[in-house]
């Protein structure tokens, strides 16, 4: 018979009466633990040995016992300190005991506590009496605490410790005690039979090399298997954040449904976040209390017929029965320059071919974008988040095509229970959230706003068709597929490291 080296040296150092742990055996052979447990497992996968399993309980000291262990336990210097005072013969003052045991903070209640529990002595109202006949020395915690300290092993069955001492020691936080297996080796009878008929070394190999080819070495050496069931450390290699990766999967789920990607400015004008939208201009969502100005010039180029148009429809309303806000509109104020709250900014950007050709029915279009709002921080409101902006320009477009696409798309993260609730927004009519399970709490968290472009959007921007459309929240849908309870769990300075290591795009 021919084994690799290894566990040629195993077989040879087992024995078939005596079960050898894994620790003697790597000792005898001068292997290491790992490739000894390794070649005993492939043994007994040939039926040449036995492997067995014992767990054992086995007790170190923490670093305040070792600290005692050198310094003694606090009772005892107070012990020491009291007969130095001459407590032997009189009560002594407490307090001067324990300037001489020279205690420090916690030590001392550690001391007074232990001090009468071991029969040393009393103390009572600020005197302290001792027991003369006490050795602090034959005191079986301190004993206890010396045999763990010389014993490296710590196997608990070994030292004579008695339970409840240990207990003891383990309660004050002294000896901390775990479990350990150990895994011992015996030779089988096949083992045995192997070895008296003599069994040769055959070079092992992890790697081909192309020397080993190139010789034809290769037909005579003994490949090393590799065990892919064993225990390997966690190696926590780079990732791409959850939520980016959500972000991805969002963009290749709307590509793959035939969307379009659009982008432009996170700075952008009022004129395209909030006018062309229908939004009045004394809307409290324009005021300095939810946006975030800019100190910055205003923006100068804005198709003038388009600002005329949309100035109209807020004025005086859009077609023959409409009707505007009556209230002030200011051309200033459209091209002052904030961080967009939306990316329905885009949007208004596209639908009117500012950023690009005139569009012809249908077409589908989306961003997934940072929106920015000054809002106050908590778990479900950050003050930049990624919003899904889409919309989709057709020909008699109805609410249930808009239910229609959200069940599709969520229905690709796994999500196929969102609802849906009667909303106003300036600028869609009629107009709808959702909301979406959370996986840990069972409450229905809102996930997005969309609705049907009004006229009063639609007609100043040159689109005469439907136009459905949406902003979803990043974040939010990040939170029903990873579960995170608190949108500060999945970035920030709360994120939990091993949360974003493992985290997964349900999908
Ligand atoms: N802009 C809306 C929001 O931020 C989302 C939305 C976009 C709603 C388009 C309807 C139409 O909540």
Known sequence: MRLPERQLAVLE?????????????????????????????????????????????????????????????????????????????????????????????????????????????????????????????????????????????????????????????????????????????????????????????????????????????????????????????????????????????????????????????????????????????????????????????????????????VESAHRDGYGADGDGYHSPWSEAFAREVALRGHTTSLSMRYLSGYAGAELEPPQRYFSVEKVYRNDTLDPTHLLEFFQIEGWVMAEDLSVRDLMGTFEEFYRQFGITDIRFKPHYNPYTEPSFELFGKHPETGEEIEIGNSGIFREEVTGPLGVDCDVMAWGLALERLAMLTTGAEDIRDLHGTLADIEFLRNAEVSY
Request: glycine share 8%; net charge negative.
């Open 13 to 309: 150092a087992a024995s078939a009466t005596d079960e050898r742990t894994i620790d003697d055996l790597a000792a005898e052979t001068g292997l290491k633990p790992e490739t000894v447990t390794g070649a005993a497992f492939d043994l007994r996968d040939e039926g040449l040995v036995e492997v067995s399993e014992t767990t054992v309980d086995v007790a170190t000291l923490s670093d305040e016992g070792r600290e005692y262990l050198d310094a003694s336990l606090p009772e005892t210097r107070l012990f020491r300190a009291a007969i130095d005072a001459g407590a032997a013969d009189d009560p002594v003052s407490m307090g001067e005991v324990i300037g001489r045991a020279d205690l420090a903070g916690p030590e001392v209640d550690i001391a007074l506590a232990n001090f009468p529990r071991k029969g040393f002595g009393s103390v009572d109202s600020g005197e302290l009496t001792i027991d003369p006949s006490v050795d602090p020395d034959d005191d079986p915690e301190v004993m206890a605490l010396a045999a763990l300290g010389d014993d490296a092993n710590g196997d608990v069955a070994d030292i004579d410790v008695d339970d409840d001492v240990l207990d003891r020691l383990a309660s004050r936080g002294l000896v901390e005690i775990t479990e350990r297996t150990t895994r011992s080796v015996t030779l089988t009878d096949e083992g045995v039979t192997a070895l008296m008929e003599g069994v040769e070394a055959a070079e092992t190999v992890g790697q081909v090399t192309p020397e080993l080819i190139a010789s034809g070495e290769w037909r005579d050496v003994e490949f090393s298997e590799y065990d892919v069931t064993a225990d390997a450390p966690a190696v926590g290699g780079g990732r791409k954040h959850v939520l980016r990766r959500t972000a991805d999967r969002v963009k290749d789920v709307l590509v793959g449904m035939g969307f379009q990607e659009m982008e432009g400015p996170h700075a952008d004008s009022d004129f395209w976040i909030n006018d062309c939208l229908f939004m009045p201009q004394d809307h409290p969502a324009r005021t300095h209390w939810d946006r975030f100005a800019l100190d910055v010039p205003r923006m100068d180029d804005i198709p003038e017929q388009l600002i005329e148009r």
